[in-house]
């Protein structure tokens, strides 16, 4: 079932909570890296919940031929439709019980709503909701070539304490295959968030 019911603040220890993380999926191009670090995060042990928009079941459709919804029941039982504005994530009581949240892909309107405040939409809010409460917010943007407005964009945000990445993979990294590339950003995303992991082989010089 779409939407599952957060537990209640205050029934984890401080270290339980901080392995809850909130994913975004917007309709950006770019979907499997939000599946990726769903995967991961539930390989490492770590409780999600995922807000994703109309836009990127129809991108996971396109790009990869699958049911977006379905295939991310198979690593969390909280997932949110971005219209399901009275959910859980949309009150910044429950941000304050979550270590951290990625959005990946962003969309360019979603950067823009979150930038100027409009939180429309379950996605967005809960962003802005992070902001309100200090928390750990990542943005990988998934979007070329950027203009003045969108980079205007990011720069308020990243005034503000969001982490802005590019979905830029690297080639340091000596890459066999897209999901060596692919694992690259999902790390890169994660290491943000202070999350321990192995994913990516990194720079030692």
Known sequence: ??????????????????????????????????????????????????????????????????????????????????????????????????GGMIIIPCSIKTLAEIANGIGSNLLSRTALNFIRTNKKLVLVIRETPLGAIELENALKLARLGVLIMPASPAFYILPKSIDDMINFVVGKALDLLGIKHNIYKRWKG
């Open 1 to 98: 079932m779409v939407g599952g019911l957060a537990k209640e603040a205050g029934t984890k220890s401080g270290r339980e909570k901080a392995k809850r993380v909130i994913i975004g999926i917007s309709g950006a191009s770019g979907t499997i890296y939000g599946i990726r670090t769903v995967q991961f995060l539930n390989e490492l042990g770590y409780e999600t919940h995922i807000i994703i928009s109309k836009s990127a079941e129809k991108v996971a459709q396109k790009e990869l031929g699958i049911n977006l919804i379905e295939e991310l029941k198979k690593y969390s039982s909280n997932i949110y439709i971005q219209s399901q504005i009275e959910a859980a994530p949309s009150s910044s009581s429950f941000s304050i019980t979550v």
